[in-house]
């Protein structure tokens, strides 16, 4: 089949939820992927900051593959070997002390929002507590995700959501002080917003709603769906401020690949119990070899070096780049989560930027992201900013 015919057959059979490139991707390699017509593309979005350690890695596959013919699905009403080695790691890496496999990140989501709940309930037993969220935050799109995700355009047609829910500016503490009253049961945030533009947060900020949550009892929610897993330099995003949350969600990266989340909690917010809280494929021996090798390959590959040598380099280049575009109004990130604020249409950059055989990809209204695989090297950033800089030189 040619790649029109492809795509006409795909928008008559998939839901129409996308706006899609108009590409049929057959394969990857390393940091490259391809097209059905053999074109080739430098990949700074990772599958949206999924792929870590690019495409077609043979020691991931082979981990997946072995996997495969032992065992692939099992039911959580029994132990199986590879959760248990998996949640072991998480639970190393992050400092947290249980974890709840999901399939999803809105998934871990729903179970962090449930937690949240719980928590509550178990010190009042009242039925009626609040969670404030941030604006312009990305939580998912399952209802309990969507009504903490500060976004009106995704939640409108599907009211009503989930009750209880306030939205603060982020990066404001007054605001989320102004919420907190004694209902207040969790404050969810992003360590650094993904989708709503590539904002991290600032110091004050994270260590004042740290403090809100010590003093009132109130669970604090980091999702680090998308800047968890090295992705900013630090294995999590928290890491960098030296606070820690009683309850995390992951997903994206932490599979590398594989569809994968998970919630984890500290002791203190492990409420949940037999009858409360449960999934039928969450934590699979699949999916939790997957993550397994993903920890083990985060040791041993040096990826954490690694962002942080090639993503100081990125900010070095991006600099340049605002210096140079009037257009470039800043660029925003940590490590290997990057965005370029631009004041011309995101959009048609990145399908400019496509012809030339680089991807990426936009968050918020006007931000260029940058989520490259964890393994890139200076050379695949030169290359990248040489094609921007190609896209940009039309303008
Ligand atoms: C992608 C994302 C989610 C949702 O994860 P899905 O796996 O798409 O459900 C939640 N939070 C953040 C920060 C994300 O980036």
Known sequence: ??????????????????????????????VYLYDTDGKKYLDFAAGIAVFAFGYNNQEYN????????????????YYNVPSV????????????????????????????????????????????????????????RSMGALSVTGNVKYQEPFKPLIGGVQFAEYNKLESVKALVNEKTCAIIMEPVQGEGGI???????????????????????????????????????????GVKP??????????????????????????????????????????????????????????????????????????????????VKEHRGKGLMQGIELGIPVGEVIVKAMDKGLITISAGSNVLRLVPPLVITKENVDEMIEKLTQVFDEY
């Open 62 to 77: 082979d981990a997946l593959k072995g996997q495969i013919d032992k065992l692939i699905h099992t039911s959580n009403l």
């Open 85 to 140: 080695s998996a949640a072991k790691k998480l639970a190393e890496i992050s400092g947290m002390d249980r974890v709840f496999f999901t399939n999803s990140g809105t998934e871990a989501i729903e179970g962090a929002i449930k937690t949240a709940r719980k928590y509550a309930y178990n010190k009042d037993g009242r039925t009626d507590h609040e969670i404030i969220a941030m604006k312009h935050s990305f939580h998912g």
């Open 246 to 327: 009683d309850v995390m969600t992951v997903a994206k990266a932490v599979g590398g690949g594989f569809p994968v989340g998970a919630f984890l909690t500290n002791e203190k917010a492990a409420v949940l119990v037999p009858g409360d809280h449960g999934t039928t494929y969450g934590g699979n021996p699949l999916a939790t070899a997957a993550v397994s090798k993903v920890i083990d390959m985060f040791e041993t590959g040096n990826i954490l070096e690694n962002v942080n040598e090639v993503g100081a380099y990125l900010e070095k280049k991006l600099d340049e780049i605002t210096e140079k575009y009037d257009f």
């Open 1 to 30: 089949m040619t790649t029109k015919e492809y795509i006409d057959e795909a928008e008559q059979h998939l839901l129409h939820t996308y706006n899609r490139y108009q590409i049929v991707l057959e394969k990857g390699d390393g």
């Open 199 to 241: 904002y991290p947060a600032a110091d004050e900020f994270i260590k004042g709603v740290r403090k809100i949550c010590d003093e009132n009892d109130i669970l604090l929610i980091f999702d680090e769906i998308q800047c968890g897993m090295g992705r900013t330099g630090k294995m999590f995003a928290h890491q960098h401020y």
